[in-house]
């Protein structure tokens, strides 16, 4: 079974300062799909950014860029220029790309990272 | 807004009950997920249903059953509630698989907040 580790339950930031946030995750599959969801305090999860295994090029989204290593099985979440509004709670994810598997569609999230925005 | 409506937005009720959780997808969106937020469990997959089918099944409770309607609408049916029942629901959906765009993105609703007392 796969598993997503996010080691830092809380960060913090200035505003307009860069931070990243860590994620490791446990597979034995080679493709795969990666995600970081962003919960403001409303609840609703956000899709931040995504990333397919077999790409190798980093993901960007904006403000919002990934350091995708996968043979360390490592996707940080780097955020630049921080804004307010960025202040969440952010869960990274996983999703097996078998489409036959008995978890299809499943995403497994790790146990989330709040991030606090200082002005 | 994802597009994605669930309903009820709150739900207070007592141990023992029964509930129903429900969920409207995207337009045109034929896969819908079911996810489980609690302090002690975290974010946890429920199930997957496709086209009125169930495609993949997670940490389900024997208690718990969910299904999808021939217009894509899901349910999710929860009885002989538990106080450790007590989460935020949410329901997510995604496009058709093999259309273009982003078949593997899923997208959330707002969540069913459920306390049982």
């Known amino acids: 079974a796969q598993t997503v580790t996010q080691s830092q339950p809380e960060m913090s930031v200035q505003e307009a300062e860069t931070v990243t946030l860590s994620c490791t995750y446990d597979t034995s599959e080679s493709d795969y799909y990666l995600f970081w969801y962003k919960q403001p305090p409303s609840r609703q999860m956000i899709l931040v950014i995504r990333q397919e295994a077999y790409k190798q090029q980093n993901a960007t989204e904006n403000r919002f860029s990934v350091n995708f290593q996968k043979a360390a099985k490592s996707f940080s979440l780097k955020i630049s220029d921080s804004q307010l509004g960025d202040a969440a709670m952010y869960f990274c994810a996983y999703r097996s790309a078998n489409a036959g598997g008995t978890s299809y569609g499943k995403l497994t999230f790790g146990q989330g990272t709040i991030l606090t925005v200082h002005p | ?117």
């Open chain 2, 1 to 117: 807004d994802s597009g994605v409506t669930q309903t009820p937005k709150h739900l207070i009720t007592a141990t023992g009950q029964r509930v129903t959780l429900r969920c409207s997808p995207r337009s045109g969106d034929l896969s819908v997920y079911w996810y489980q937020q609690s302090l002690d469990q975290g974010l946890q997959f429920l199930i997957h249903y496709y086209n009125g089918e169930e495609r993949a099944k997670g940490n389900i409770l024997e208690r718990f059953s969910a299904q999808q309607f021939p217009d894509l609408h899901s349910e999710l049916n929860l009885s002989s509630l538990e106080l450790g029942d007590s989460a935020l629901y949410f329901c997510a959906s995604s496009p058709q698989e093999g259309t273009s765009g982003l078949p593997n993105e899923q997208f959330f609703g707002p969540g069913t907040r459920l306390t049982v007392l």
